[in-house]
């Protein structure tokens, strides 16, 4: 390989790399902040939302649906009165509801899977208010409307073939240089999981914005914020309080890896809601919402 060619070369392999990477932008919902609305979404996400609606998606994921068993037991008259409620508010037809189920060892309140809306069979007590299950119904909803259950796999599989079509469309290899579709095939790979990551905190902050202003309830979405906000001190102390336990020398090594794991939890759980909206997000679709005085027909009588 001459000098010429191999710059050649060089330049098209990074094109190559450049376009896997490019494409995959273009396709994923990077960022979505609580001032976007249904009417001011960014054009690719307006694109890929229709196609998450359309009826070729539908028909795949009630075509994998299938294939798989509901878990769980129905969930009580009133999760189910509100999922159904939720699914309806959010644009759902009624034909392609999904039923609300309670399951066990659930680590979430509640979850959106390819055939039901899964709630921990101990998430919610007689403590929890209502707005906090209607927001957490609407939020599982807005999931179940754009299919994000099966969006994974479809931008991982993207990605691959994003990659072997780039390989051959710009550098067509030959010979040995055809280990170079097995690289960009690595190199897919990697950037679609960092797209799946990326698209999961899209699909949360969506589920929340989407579903906590389809409540039409400020009270709700007021509860809400306020849930969050209890959380997540709760947590914040107990965390503080199991690294003084540590600190301690005079602990056995059973209390020391307990300790370990329920600081890791508590961490984790922390970590995960910075997919989702922050307290002062909530407020804020609280407020507008408060200012068209908007209610759920529960709160317009309490």
Known sequence: MNLRTYITFKNRTKAAYALVVLLQLVTSNITYT??????????????????????????????????FDLSGVPASD??????AEAQTAVGILEERHIPIRYVQNLDAAARTTINAIEIGINSYTDHDSYGVKRCDMFHEAIHAKYHDYLFPSISLFGSW????????????PKGMFKLLYLLTLIAGHHVGRWIQTMHKTY????????????????RCVTEKAQNIKNVRESLINLIEEIEEIESRTDLSSAQDEL?????TLAKNWLETKKKYLT???????????????KLCAVHNFV
Do not use: P, W
């Open 279 to 293: 307290v002062e997000e909530n407020e804020t679709i609280a407020a507008n919402l408060k200012q068209d005085n």
């Open 259 to 263: 300790c370990t794991k329920a600081l």
């Open 203 to 218: 699909c949360e902050r969506r589920a929340d914005i989407e579903g906590h202003y389809a409540t039409q309830c400020y």
């Open 161 to 172: 073939l994003t990659a072997l079509a780039a390989t051959k469309l710009l550098l067509n």
């Open 34 to 67: 609580n001032q976007e609305t249904l009417s001011t979404k960014k054009i690719f996400s307006r694109i890929l939302d229709a196609i998450a609606q359309s009826q070729v998606v539908h028909q795949y994921n009630k075509f994998i649906a299938n294939a």
């Open 78 to 83: 009133q999760m189910q009165i509100l999922g």
